[in-house]
């Protein structure tokens, strides 16, 4: 007994040892074995920034609204557009049809920081970005008028419809400013009406900005004589003093978010007066009520600022209140709500709209490095989500070289010993292997230049995840930090400013199988891609505008590349990193893959 609680508690330590360590073993033959050479190899490796112009933007998970000036990068204006979607099919709205209010409501990314003993709630918000995150702008929100296809009718609907950050689709650019529709003041859809957020609270139009205090809604009732809200004690009785906010009861408190009142006149002759064949099931709704469209503006003396939000946590509430069909006379109106639904998770189609021009500098570095002569030995990489820049790492060099015969390396035409057919013959060990990606300090000093949280390595050759990616399931509280094995996160320094200073991510899966694996399917080298990302959890891909000519330096030939990680476009963030060739004062912070290896004497 006592001998099973030893090897219980030695693999427990050899485990918990390991993590603490911060690296995985590979090759568990090691034990018993004392004839091994413990060693470090540094790779060859070329590296390249290719800017990415337009991107496809529809129905993604996250999306940005707002204005973000980055002191290195440029400006990027964000505007969005999405369709709707009934919650109830087939609505019944009665008669003596009141509207109460109409309630925009999308919740950002939060965080509680306090509660307090009266039940509310401190919060700090998350994915805000720009010097000033309480800077005011101008929202205007509008009734969209272009129908978002969800299958391209150019291809008799064979396959999706891609729409584009400038607003292309199928080669056409849609102009979504000069098609959006507001209203007249009667209720009546015009093209370039008044916007639907016409309150008198200039926090919901012209001084809107990221607020991230709680949202309180208050107990009301609807005066069917007065046609307004009035407030009520917890005992339904009108405040004889509306003004008085001591005196109101707390109905619901809602996290930080956009909370817009919209027009009532416009939304009960549009909506509630729309016919019953306009609101049979969501294709003739979608096809009769184009959406909404999300346009931000910059005030006067103001930067503004930018905000990643799930638009599909986002929700419209038509409150009204009506006799039910069928009731006997006499019998009052009650309150109801109609939902309307917004974000790809209810059906809805969506695009976001980014005005993004490439600054001077930022411009600059991504043209030197696609004209360098030697190939891939740039100084710096660029990295920048939505419209801007990836990275292509090519690992162990040309593949016209010397080559393995019966164990043996043959001349080849260049007479260069190929790196890894070398490795492969070494018959290494792999312990752990990581590529350290150092931030470029200078290009990113600004005191205002907040670098990217997070970046993803993927295989770019096939265009999916790495081995390491796929099995690690590691998770957080914060989904930011899933997959901390794998890595990617930036480590920061521990001044006031907390300025990056790496990345670190491991891919000792993948190298063991370049180099040990048998298996032509998984020792294949291919080329790794590298973006930024808004949220690890997601790899899937999304298209270029116009696919990217690569050259392929493993391979010796030009690639056609169509597409990338959507977390990419996702992100609005970048950072300037070093790159194979740093300048001579930094040669410490090259780029680098380190492997870890275990030599057999």
């Known amino acids: 007994m006592k001998k099973h609680i030893t090897v219980l508690f030695l693999s427990f330590a050899l485990v918990f040892i390991s993590c603490d360590q911060d690296f995985n073993t590979i090759g568990s033959d090691l034990v018993g074995d004392e004839h091994f050479d413990f060693n470090t190899h540094e790779a060859q490796l070329k590296a390249y920034s290719v800017k990415t112009n337009e991107v496809q933007t529809n129905n993604l998970p996250i999306n940005p609204l707002g204005i973000y000036n980055n002191p290195y ?48 709630k401190v919060y700090s918000l998350q994915s805000i970005y720009g010097a000033n995150k309480e800077s005011k702008m101008k929202l205007s929100v509008y ?113 930080p978010g956009i909370y817009l009142t919209l027009n009532k006149t416009f939304f009960k002759k549009r909506i509630l007066e729309a016919g019953s064949a306009n609101l049979f099931n969501n294709n003739e709704f979608k096809q009769y009520f184009k959406g909404l469209y999300f346009k931000i503006e910059q005030l006067s003396g103001e930067e503004g600022a930018m905000a990643m939000i799930n638009f599909s946590n986002a929700k419209v509430n038509l409150n009204y209140s009506s006799v039910d069909d069928g009731a006997t006379a006499g019998t009052a109106a009650t309150s109801k709500t109609l939902v309307l639904n917004l974000g790809t998770n209810s059906g809805a189609n969506s695009v976001s709209l980014q005005d993004y021009s490439y600054s001077g500098v930022y411009n600059s570095g991504l043209n030197a490095s696609a004209t360098n002569p030697a190939f891939g030995s740039d100084s ?147 080329r790794l891609g590298l973006t930024v990302t808004e949220n690890i959890a997601y790899s899937n891909n999304y298209y270029y505008k116009s696919p990217l000519s690569l050259t392929n330096a493993i391979m010796s030939t030009n690639d056609v590349v169509e597409y990338f990680p959507v977390a990419s476009i996702m992100e609005q963030q970048g950072v300037v990193l070093h790159g194979t060739n740093p300048s001579a004062e930094d040669t410490s912070k090259k780029l680098k893959l380190v492997i870890h290896y275990t030599k057999p004497n």
């Open 143 to 255: 009734e969209n008028g272009y129908y978002l296809n969800s299958y391209n009718p150019n291809d008799n609907f064979q396959t999706q419809q891609r729409f584009f950050s400038d607003g292309s689709t199928n080669g056409n650019l849609i102009n979504f400013e000069n098609l959006k529709r507001g209203h007249d003041g009667n209720g009546n859809s015009v093209q370039n009406g008044t916007r639907l957020n016409d309150s008198p609270n200039a926090a919901e139009n012209d001084q809107f900005f990221f607020n991230k205090s709680e949202i309180i809604v208050y107990k009301t009732k609807f005066n069917t004589v007065t046609g307004i809200l009035e407030y009520v004690d917890a005992n339904d009785v009108v405040l004889a003093n509306q003004n008085d906010v001591s005196l109101r009861v707390v109905k619901e408190r809602l996290a």
């Open 380 to 526: 710096k990489l660029y990295l920048k989500g939505g419209k801007g820049s990836v990275v292509y790492l090519d690992v162990f060099g040309s593949a016209d070289v010397l080559k393995p015969v019966n164990g043996q390396l043959v001349a080849g035409t260049n007479q260069i010993p190929d790196e890894l057919d070398q490795l492969r013959l070494n018959g290494w060990l792999i312990n752990e292997a990581y590529l350290e990606f150092y931030i470029d300090k200078t290009a990113m000093a600004g005191a205002n230049q907040l670098e990217a949280e997070r970046l993803y390595l993927f295989d770019a050759t096939n265009q999916k995840p790495l081995v390491d990616y796929t099995f690690d399931a590691t998770t957080n509280s914060n989904t930011k930090y899933n997959k901390l094995i794998f890595g990617g996160i930036i480590e920061r320094d521990d001044t006031t400013e907390k300025k990056g200073i790496k990345y670190k991510i491991r891919i000792t899966q993948h190298i063991n199988n370049l180099i040990n694996s048998t298996d032509t399917n998984l020792n294949k080298n291919v």
């Open 73 to 120: 990068f440029g400006v990027t204006k964000a505007n969005f557009v999405s369709q709707l979607s009934l919650a109830t099919a087939q609505p019944k709205f009665g008669t003596n049809v009141q509207v109460e209010n109409v309630i925009l409501y999308v919740p950002y990314f939060s965080t509680v920081e306090t509660n307090n003993a009266d039940g509310s």
